[in-house]
């Protein structure tokens, strides 16, 4: 508990090495809880990734949103792509779409899904599917609220036993197949799509334990935190390196002040 305590006091961009963000070329960013503010986007929003897109640095968006949702905004927004659904498929602004991981059989896989859900609603019958969940390739969501601690980990036994793995944001939770993850999508756009980067011009963003793969030091070694995962800081294994002092978009866009000025 004091490892924790010390990193929240200490760790913030207050005082960011300027080094880390002297060649950052490339922000992977969660959405909700990260961009969002009270789950909308604002007003200063499209304004700061403007300014980020001018200042030549690339937002990726790195997200658990379904591929349908997620389509719609790369669409719109001035981003250079998404991955969407915990980094399972990613979507360029172009319209183009690539799951990147093989799903021999997708009718099946969304049945297999479906009956782990049914299962896991038995225990816990109050369950609703969220509103996205119908835009979905290959992960299966219901919404969080309400589930304490002791039911989010009894939830995540089960898809254990069941052959699947589990995750969980501030809107949903999501049941999905054991590779995947919000890091093992990101490491492979990066690959295929921006292989001119090293790990030292991208860095990622986020709020939340589905992006705690995103802390991890030895892909990402740059990583920031905004200051909402401070509800989270007992539950996952990664912390990342900088907290900001604001939450959710206001906390984005403290970063993207020093990015800029940087």
């Not at 990726?60 to 927004?77: E, F, I, K, Q």
């Not at 981003?79 to 990147?100: P, R, S, Y």
């Not at 090293?198 to 030895?218: C, E, H, R, W, Y």
């Amino acid at each position: 508990m004091l490892i924790y305590l010390f990193w929240f006091l200490f760790m913030t961009l207050l005082n960011l090495n300027q080094a880390d963000l002297s060649d950052i070329r490339l922000i992977a960013s969660d959405v909700d809880g990260t961009l969002t503010d009270n789950g909308k986007f604002s007003s200063d929003f499209i304004f700061t990734l403007l300014a980020l897109q001018s200042a030549g640095i690339k937002v990726l968006l790195v997200t658990g949103r379904s591929a349908g949702w997620v389509s719609a905004l790369v669409n719109y927004l001035p981003v250079v792509g998404a991955t969407a659904e915990n980094g399972e498929v990613f979507l360029q602004a172009d319209g183009q779409q690539d799951l990147l991981f093989s799903v021999p059989n997708l009718s099946r896989h969304r049945i297999l899904l479906e009956n782990t859900f049914h299962h896991v609603k038995q225990l816990f019958p109050n369950l609703r599917p969220s509103a996205d969940n119908q835009f979905r390739i290959t992960d299966w969501t219901f919404d969080v609220d309400n589930l304490s601690a002791d039911d989010i980990q009894a939830i995540s036994t089960q898809c254990d036993l069941m052959g699947w793995s589990f995750t969980y944001s501030n809107v949903q939770c999501h049941i999905k197949p054991l590779h995947q993850n919000k890091a093992t999508g990101l490491l492979s756009v990066l690959k295929k799509y921006f292989p001119e980067l090293n790990s030292q011009q991208v860095l990622t963003i986020g709020d939340s334990p589905n992006d705690k793969a995103m802390f991890n030091p030895d892909p990402f070694p740059i990583s920031v935190g905004v200051a909402n995962v401070r509800h989270y800081q007992n539950k996952m294994l990664h912390l990342p390196k900088y907290l900001t002092q604001a939450s959710e978009f206001a906390g984005f866009a403290e970063l993207a002040k020093l990015l800029l000025q940087t």
